[in-house]
């Protein structure tokens, strides 16, 4: 990389923090991994049973994004995986050293020394701060990555509940509005927390932050991209059209308005470089607001069935699907649409990966057939419609008051309530196994694999 003589300090630290970044990534653990966007042949969704042309996939890496619905993605792994008799690499705990980069040394039952011998590792899927190198460590190079995405002002409304009490940003600030009409007011750098306060996501990718110097030098070969991106919000499943349209600039006269805009402070460059190694790393990148459609994409992708993927929505606030509705029908007016673009504009580098990985999605639906995932996507659906009056007392979430068996109760952090589920009564062995499944959190459902993959050697109680 041929580089000019830097102007000042900040042109320095940006160099030397780019090139650092660039031989972490570049080296021989990255350039194992496939560029995604290549979908394999696979089944047809129809009414009838499944019919497969290729290998279901079971070495899987899912980078479990923070207030993204990755909960859910969590369940249907834990419930494949537990049928399948597949391996967890487990935390000790219930994170991977969060929110430090990724280890192997944390996975319970690694054991470096004795690769040759130990029993491999199938899925990796609980909260990590993204480490390439030290994942390779645990899983093979082909194994399937994904992850998902969301809105940065959805995802800054659900963080700010649920960690006001950790974030320190956040602890000061009396409502998410006051943050937002001045971060610099609350938000420090580096304090306890405040990853939580601004781009979580790009935080969880494990991406490197650009320095705050307006005279960093663009990295040759990724040009400055001359289109900006206006959001349209559409609820999964409500007809299938981009969350974004396209408005065409100059290139020469470019510069994105501070709603949508990457920061001064932030090169476009810089921001479609860490993007570009995104993309040769993950195979699937999936969308929370196109949740269903995302489902069918990743079941396709891995060679599952519809039943592999359907499942309950787990880890969701008490009126989060009300603010939801509310936000999709005031989108274009008054005060949350302020808040949406300060949400957005504050968390820059967050709303870079949304909108390229809703560009990625798109392109993955286009390939699919759209009138094709609009059938998998109802049906689907129908499947958990059904499942739900089978299992579920009320056939819906419920507020945790009314959960009484621990097995079943949600973690409760924060100020919001979360939901979760009681099960139908009279349930016959089999069904009442199947619900129980899919109405497990992901804490307890992380302790009865621990159990299951670790027995204890004395008899005691299973920890909750």
Same mark, same amino acid.
């Given at each position: 990389?041929?580089?000019?003589?830097?102007?000042?300090?900040?042109?320095?630290?940006?160099?030397?923090?780019?090139?650092?970044?660039?031989?972490?990534?570049?080296?021989?653990?990255?350039?194992?991994?496939?560029?995604?966007?290549?979908?394999?042949?696979?089944?047809?969704?129809?009414?009838?049973?499944?019919?497969?042309?290729?290998?279901?996939?079971?070495?899987?890496?899912?980078?479990?994004?923070?207030?993204?619905?990755?909960?859910?993605?969590?369940?249907?792994?834990?419930?494949?995986?537990?049928?399948?008799?597949?391996?967890?690499?487990?935390?000790?705990?219930?994170?991977?050293?969060?929110?430090?980069?990724?280890?192997?040394?944390?996975?319970?039952?690694?054991?470096?020394?004795?690769?040759?011998?130990?029993?491999?590792?199938?899925?990796?899927?609980?909260?990590?701060?993204?480490?390439?190198?030290?994942?390779?460590?645990?899983?093979?190079?082909?194994?399937?990555?994904?992850?998902?995405?969301?809105?940065?002002?959805?995802?800054?409304?659900?963080?700010?509940?649920?960690?006001?009490? !950790?974030?320190? =940003?956040?602890?000061?600030? /009396? +409502?998410?509005? $006051? @943050?937002? %009409?001045?971060?610099?007011?609350?938000?420090?750098?580096?304090?306890?927390?405040?990853?939580?306060?601004?781009?979580?996501?790009?935080?969880?990718?494990?991406?490197?932050?650009?320095?705050?110097?307006?005279?960093?030098?663009?990295?040759?070969?990724?040009?400055?991209?001359?289109?900006?991106?206006?959001?349209?919000?559409?609820?999964?499943?409500?007809?299938?059209?981009?969350?974004?349209?396209?408005?065409? !600039?100059?290139? =020469?006269?470019?510069?994105? /308005? +501070?709603?949508? $805009? @990457?920061? %001064?402070?932030?090169?476009?460059?810089?921001?479609?470089?860490?993007?570009?190694?995104?993309?040769?790393?993950?195979?699937?990148?999936?969308?929370?607001?196109?949740?269903?459609?995302?489902?069918?994409?990743?079941?396709?992708?891995?060679?599952?069935?519809?039943?592999?993927?359907?499942?309950?929505?787990?880890?969701?606030?008490?009126?989060?699907?009300?603010?939801?509705?509310?936000?999709?029908?005031?989108?274009?007016?008054?005060?949350?649409?302020?808040?949406?673009?300060?949400?957005?504009?504050?968390?820059?580098?967050?709303?870079?990966?949304?909108?390229?990985?809703?560009?990625?999605?798109?392109?993955?639906?286009?390939?699919?057939?759209?009138?094709?995932?609009?059938?998998?996507?109802?049906?689907?659906?129908?499947?958990?419609?059904?499942?739900?009056?089978?299992?579920?007392?009320?056939?819906?979430?419920?507020?945790?008051?009314?959960?009484?068996?621990?097995?079943?109760?949600?973690?409760?952090?924060?100020?919001?309530?979360?939901?979760?589920?009681?099960?139908?009564?009279?349930?016959?062995?089999?069904?009442?196994?199947?619900?129980?499944?899919?109405?497990?959190?992901?804490?307890?459902?992380?302790?009865?694999?621990?159990?299951?993959?670790?027995?204890?050697?004395?008899?005691?109680?299973?920890?909750?």
């Amino acid at each position: 990389m041929k580089l000019r003589r830097p102007r000042s300090l900040g042109v320095a630290l940006g160099v030397f923090m780019t090139i650092g970044f660039g031989l972490q990534l570049l080296g021989g653990p990255f350039q194992r991994r496939i560029t995604g966007l290549q979908l394999p042949q696979s089944w047809i969704p129809s009414l009838r049973p499944t019919i497969k042309s290729c290998l279901a996939r079971q070495q899987l890496v899912f980078l479990k994004t923070h207030k993204s619905g990755s909960s859910s993605v969590l369940n249907l792994l834990h419930r494949y995986g537990d049928k399948q008799g597949l391996r967890f690499a487990l935390p000790t705990h219930y994170q991977f050293g969060y929110p430090k980069l990724f280890q192997a040394s944390k996975v319970k039952g690694y054991h470096p020394q004795s690769s040759e011998t130990q029993k491999p590792f199938h899925i990796l899927c609980h909260h990590m701060r993204f480490n390439l190198k030290e994942v390779l460590r645990v899983m093979p190079s082909d194994s399937f990555f994904f992850s998902i995405v969301r809105d940065p002002a959805a995802l800054a409304r659900s963080a700010f509940s649920y960690y006001k009490s !950790t974030s320190s =940003a956040f602890r000061k600030a /009396p +409502s998410l509005a $006051a @943050f937002l %009409a001045n971060p610099r007011a609350f938000y420090r750098p580096g304090a306890r927390g405040n990853h939580y306060a601004r781009n979580l996501l790009w935080f969880d990718f494990g991406l490197p932050f650009p320095p705050e110097t307006k005279t960093m030098r663009m990295i040759p070969h990724l040009p400055r991209d001359p289109n900006a991106f206006q959001l349209h919000t559409v609820p999964s499943g409500a007809g299938l059209r981009p969350l974004f349209q396209t408005i065409t !600039t100059a290139a =020469a006269n470019y510069e994105q /308005p +501070s709603s949508l $805009a @990457f920061s %001064a402070f932030e090169p476009p460059s810089f921001i479609q470089w860490g993007l570009a190694w995104l993309d040769s790393v993950f195979d699937l990148v999936m969308v929370a607001e196109y949740f269903d459609e995302s489902l069918v994409l990743l079941a396709d992708a891995l060679c599952w069935s519809l039943d592999d993927v359907v499942g309950f929505m787990h880890n969701a606030q008490a009126g989060s699907e009300q603010r939801l509705s509310a936000a999709n029908k005031t989108a274009g007016t008054g005060e949350d649409r302020q808040l949406t673009a300060r949400a957005r504009a504050w968390n820059n580098l967050d709303w870079a990966l949304y909108v390229h990985f809703n560009r990625s999605l798109w392109a993955r639906i286009e390939q699919y057939g759209r009138s094709r995932l609009q059938r998998a996507v109802a049906e689907l659906q129908a499947r958990r419609e059904a499942l739900a009056k089978r299992c579920l007392m009320g056939g819906e979430a419920l507020d945790p008051k009314y959960i009484t068996d621990v097995r079943l109760r949600p973690f409760q952090f924060g100020s919001a309530k979360v939901l979760g589920y009681v099960l139908q009564s009279g349930l016959n062995q089999k069904d009442q196994e199947e619900c129980e499944r899919l109405a497990t959190p992901e804490l307890q459902y992380k302790d009865k694999l621990d159990a299951k993959q670790f027995p204890p050697t004395v008899s005691r109680p299973l920890r909750t």
